[in-house]
């Protein structure tokens, strides 16, 4: 099955920081299939932005190394790729300074009927800088978006101060705050699933769900990106954005339509929903050295450091929907997979007519993220075969790519949120008010920490965390699930 790809209109997107990391890996090889689906429409223009004082040649050189480099080789057709460099420029821009400003709002003004987008891939200091400048140069127009993507704010503090500068020159429908998983694809099937479904939504309550598990796991560890994610720790740099968005996404009520404010506004309550933490409903870790690989005090080059790389937490949603479900949550480097998946654990039948089997562990649906996106259900069955009725459990299995046949396209999630900003559709960003209402809750246990002096527990790699992310779950009679692909 081959998805319809309806072209964008013709846009200026131009991205700060274009020689850095992600504009690499991502942005760039992302519009470059875009563009291969042709999405990307003809005359659209990316405008790399930075302090080097490169040529528009060179820029293209680079670019073209970056596609060579993260775009699979079967999709760079040299005609494409042709076309695709011819629509990349360049100015350099020294963010803080004056340099390049009138050459960027020149080069802007020759296509003014152009949708303009200023994606902001640079340190988060540099945000309300540019967006100050952008406004002084006059560039910003009224129909101008601007790209903003975590770290938004460390605390409450900085995230409602980096809100109000942005909100200084942009209007809220203005600003787009990238969580990528929400460009994920299954992330939206959840969405699909719950409401498109007749099946589940009647379920989908305390009265039915014993209790939901959200997992986000890696395998690798933080070797290269240590000074960042020293200062973060896996509460800041995940449970605050990610886990909180597929958390919201899974509790939310029903919007009354698949419009971006309403959608918002359900997470936005769910979130106000969450019951304050307490201490003992967290477990927080930190990978130790094993055989020849470093721990995390190697990695960050910090060896008293408290931050954690693995972080477990049962939360609790106040609601009519919820109160009695707990939700757990958790993330953390160096375990034994790659997983993400949201795990939701129904009740057992009110009155079983069989015998006790002890190794069934009931009815589940499992939205796996990654890898191989796809959907299980976990349900009860006779085992095959004369003998009586003996009962075992089989997985109701689909796999996106199998189900909807070889050609079905999993688009990076790059890919989708870059072609809704041009498109101007926010449902899949958050919003000020959730990324502040998200701090709130994270907040007082990061202060909690800091002032017990309270230290991560040791985990070993190659593991599923901590002995106490287990009992967090076996305290309630769960278990989690295992971190396996
Ligand atoms: C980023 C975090 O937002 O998400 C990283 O900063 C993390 O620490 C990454 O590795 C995980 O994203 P994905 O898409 O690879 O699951």
């Given at each position: 099955m081959v998805s319809t790809v309806i072209p964008v209109q013709p846009f200026d997107l131009v991205i700060f920081g274009a020689?850095?990391?992600?504009?690499?890996?991502?942005?760039?090889?992302?519009?470059?299939?875009?563009?291969?689906?042709?999405?990307?429409?003809?005359g659209a223009r990316v405008i790399g932005a930075a302090r080097s004082k490169m040529t528009r040649a060179e820029f293209r050189k680079q670019t073209l190394a970056a596609l060579q480099e993260f775009v699979a080789p079967d999709l760079l057709k040299p005609d494409l790729v042709e076309q695709f460099i011819a629509s990349v420029d360049y100015v350099p821009v020294d963010a803080g300074?004056?340099?390049?400003?009138?050459?960027?709002?020149?080069?802007?003004?020759?296509?003014?009927?152009?949708?303009?987008?200023?994606?902001?891939?640079?340190?988060?200091?540099?945000?309300?800088?540019?967006?100050?400048?952008?406004?002084?140069?006059?560039?910003?127009?009224?129909?101008?978006?601007?790209?903003?993507?975590?770290?938004l704010g460390k605390d409450l503090a900085s995230a409602r101060a980096l809100n109000a500068q942005l909100s200084k020159h942009f209007t809220e429908a203005q600003i787009y705050r990238i969580d990528h998983y929400l460009g994920k694809e299954t992330v939206q099937n959840l969405m699909a699933i719950r409401f498109a479904n007749a099946l589940f939504e009647p379920l989908w309550n305390a009265r039915y769900v014993d209790h939901v598990q959200i997992t986000?796991?890696?395998?690798?560890?933080?070797?290269?990106?240590?000074?960042?994610?020293?200062?973060?720790?896996?509460?800041?740099?995940?449970?605050?954005?990610?886990?909180?968005?597929?958390?919201?996404?899974?509790?939310?009520?029903?919007?009354?339509?698949?419009?971006?404010?309403?959608?918002?506004?359900?997470?936005?309550?769910?979130?106000?929903?969450?019951?304050?933490?307490?201490?003992?409903?967290?477990?927080?870790?930190?990978?130790?050295?094993?055989?020849?690989?470093?721990?995390?005090?190697?990695?960050?080059?910090?060896?008293?450091?408290?931050t954690e790389s693995f972080i477990a937490i049962r939360a609790h949603i106040q609601n009519w929907r919820w109160a009695g479900t707990p939700f757990y949550l958790r993330t953390g480097k160096k375990l034994s997979a790659r997983l993400s998946e949201i795990c939701v654990v129904?009740?057992?039948?009110?009155?079983?007519?069989?015998?006790?089997?002890?190794?069934?562990?009931?009815?589940?649906?499992?939205?796996?993220?990654?890898?191989?996106?796809?959907?299980?259900?976990?349900?009860?069955?006779?085992?095959?075969?004369?003998?009586?009725?003996?009962?075992?459990?089989?997985p109701l299995d689909m796999t996106f790519a199998k189900a909807l046949g070889g050609e079905a396209e999993m688009p990076e999630a790059y890919e989708r949120l870059i072609?809704?900003?041009?498109?101007?559709?926010?449902?899949?960003?958050?919003?000020?008010?959730?990324?502040?209402?998200?701090?709130?809750?994270?907040?007082?246990?990061?202060?909690?920490?800091?002032?017990a002096g309270s230290k991560p527990q040791q985990y070993d790699p190659g593991s599923a965390g901590p002995i106490d992310a287990y009992k967090l779950t076996s305290s309630d009679g769960h278990l989690w699930r295992e971190i396996a692909t």
């Open positions: 020689t850095g990391d992600l504009a690499k890996r991502k942005i760039l090889p992302s519009l470059y299939r875009r563009l291969a689906v042709h999405q990307m429409p003809e300074g004056e340099d390049g400003w009138a050459q960027l709002a020149k080069k802007l003004g020759e296509k003014p009927d152009h949708i303009r987008a200023f994606y902001l891939s640079v340190a988060p200091a540099l945000f309300a800088v540019i967006a100050d400048k952008l406004a002084a140069a006059g560039v910003a127009t009224p129909s101008s978006r601007i790209v903003v993507e975590k770290p986000v796991a890696e395998n690798l560890g933080v070797a290269g990106r240590g000074e960042y994610y020293d200062k973060s720790g896996a509460m800041r740099d995940m449970v605050q954005n990610h886990l909180m968005q597929l958390l919201c996404l899974t509790a939310m009520e029903p919007p009354a339509h698949f419009e971006p404010n309403m959608v918002r506004d359900e997470k936005l309550k769910v979130i106000r929903s969450l019951e304050p933490l307490k201490l003992s409903d967290i477990v927080r870790g930190q990978y130790r050295a094993n055989g020849s690989g470093s721990s995390y005090l190697d990695d960050v080059k910090n060896p008293q450091s408290r129904f009740r057992d039948p009110p009155h079983s007519i069989f015998p006790k089997v002890d190794d069934l562990r009931g009815n589940a649906l499992i939205i796996r993220l990654q890898p191989n996106e796809g959907i299980t259900m976990r349900v009860t069955i006779k085992d095959p075969g004369p003998g009586g009725m003996r009962l075992t459990e089989v072609m809704d900003v041009i498109r101007g559709d926010q449902t899949l960003f958050m919003r000020g008010d959730e990324v502040e209402a998200a701090w709130s809750w994270v907040d007082p246990i990061i202060d909690a920490w800091t002032d």
